[in-house]
C-alpha cells in the first residue's frame, strides 16, 4: 500500500542526502530484484546483476517482515526462518552449526525457488562494543549465541549460490546501530530501507484501514489533517490506531455519532512513533553502507578546490 513520491523524485539533489523511499517505490524494487528471479528460471538467467542476500532495515511496524512473506507468498518459495529466536537451542553440539546451515543450504537448493530469513539479524553479526562490561561473554559455539552461524553462512552463501541459483537471503533488523556495519555490508549484496510513511501513504493508509475496520468517512473529516499529526508513525501504528478506535459499539452508532478527529489523537499517541535521534541513526547508517555519505564528502571536497582559483587544493611546499 501505497503511492510513488514524485515531488521528492524531482527534488533530489546528489550534494544533499536523499529522501526516503516511498513505499510504491520499496514495492517495486522488491518486485525487480527479488520477485521476478525467484519466480523466473529465464528472468534469473538474463538478470544483469548476482544478487544473493539482501537487508530491509527500518523502524519496527513498517511492513519488513509482512514483504518477506508476500515475496514467499507470490514465488511460491519454500521458507527458511534462521532467526535467532527460531535456532537458540538447536544444533547444540561441537560444530553442529556448520550442519545446520548446509542441511539449510541444501535443501532450499533441492526445492528452489527458496528464501532464508534471519530476523534481528544484528544479533547474528553484532557489533563490537566499546568498554568492558561485567558478565562472561557467550562463546561463539554456544548454541545460544546468534552469531554462531555467521561464518558458516558468509561461507556457503559465497560458494554456494551462484548466478543460477534461485535463493535470496533476507535479514531484517529494527536497530542497525547495534550491528556491525562491515559485517552488514560485507554479507549483504542489496539493502533497502523501509521508512516511516510519508503523506500520501499515510492519507492513504488511514482511508484504507478506517474502511477495512467498517468506519465510516464523512466528506467533511479532516483526513489530511490526521496524514500530517501522524507522521513519524508506523503502518502498524495507523492500523492499530484505528483497530482501537473502531470497536463494535463504534460502528453501531457511528450513524448517529460521525468519527472525529480527537477520537483517533488519544490512541495513536499511545503507539510507538520514530524520534529524530533515531530517525538520525537510520541516515547515519544508511551513508554508510550505500556509501552516500562518503560521496558526498568527495564532491565537498572537490568544490572546496574548484574555489581556490588554481583548479584544486593548495600543496604544501616541501622545506629546504
Known amino acids: 500500500m501505497g503511492e510513488f513520491n514524485y515531488i521528492h523524485s524531482m527534488l533530489d539533489d546528489i550534494k544533499e542526502t536523499p529522501y526516503d523511499p516511498s ?4 514495492r517495486q524494487l522488491v518486485t525487480e530484484y527479488i520477485i521476478f528471479p525467484l519466480g523466473s528460471e529465464l528472468v534469473k538467467s538474463r538478470f544483469p ?4 542476500s539482501f537487508l530491509f532495515y527500518g523502524p519496527p511496524g513498517t511492513g519488513k517482515t509482512l514483504v518477506v512473506r508476500s515475496a514467499v507468498a507470490e514465488t511460491n518459495s519454500i521458507f527458511f526462518d534462521m532467526s535467532p529466536i527460531n535456532i537458540d537451542g538447536k544444533y547444540s553440539g561441537k560444530k553442529e552449526e556448520e550442519k545446520m ?3 539449510v543450504m541444501v535443501t532450499a537448493k533441492e526445492y528452489q525457488p527458496s528464501i532464508i530469513y534471519i530476523d534481528e539479524c544484528e544479533k547474528v553479526f553484532p557489533a ?3 568498554g568492558k562490561k561485567k558478565g562472561k561473554k557467550k562463546k561463539a559455539s554456544d548454541p545460544s549465541n546468534p552469531s554462531r552461524i555467521k561464518k558458516s553462512m558468509g561461507k556457503w552463501r559465497t560458494k554456494f549460490l551462484d548466478d543460477k541459483t534461485r535463493i535470496t537471503i533476507i535479514g531484517c533488523t529494527s536497530e542497525p546501530e547495534e550491528g556491525s556495519k562491515k559485517e552488514f555490508k560485507k554479507f549483504f549484496d542489496k539493502t533497502i530501507y523501509f521508512p516511516f510513511p510519508d ?9 484504507s484501514f478506517i474502511e477495512k475496520f467498517k468506519g465510516k468517512l464523512r466528506q467533511d473529516f479532516p483526513l489530511s ?3 500530517h499529526i501522524s507522521a513519524g508513525y508506523s503502518a502498524g501504528s495507523i492500523k492499530k490506531t484505528c483497530e482501537k478506535v473502531l470497536t463494535e459499539y463504534r460502528i453501531k452508532h457511528q450513524d448517529h455519532r460521525p468519527l472525529t478527529l480527537p477520537e483517533f489523537i488519544g490512541p495513536l499517541s499511545l503507539c510507538a512513533n520514530t524520534m529524530d535521534d533515531q530517525y538520525d541513526e537510520f541516515k547515519k547508517f544508511t551513508d554508510y553502507i550505500t ?7 568527495k564532491l565537498e571536497a572537490a568544490a572546496a578546490g574548484d574555489g581556490d582559483g588554481d583548479g584544486g587544493p593548495k600543496k604544501k611546499k616541501k622545506k629546504k
Request: overall charge positive.
Open 23 to 26: 513505499m510504491a517505490l520499496i
Open 49 to 52: 546483476e548476482h544478487v544473493r
Open 101 to 103: 546451515v548446509a542441511s
Open 128 to 130: 563490537k562494543k566499546k
Open 199 to 207: 503523506y500520501t501513504t499515510r492519507r492513504l493508509m488511514w482511508k
Open 225 to 227: 489533517t490526521l496524514a
Open 291 to 297: 556509501g552516500d555519505g562518503s560521496r558526498r564528502d
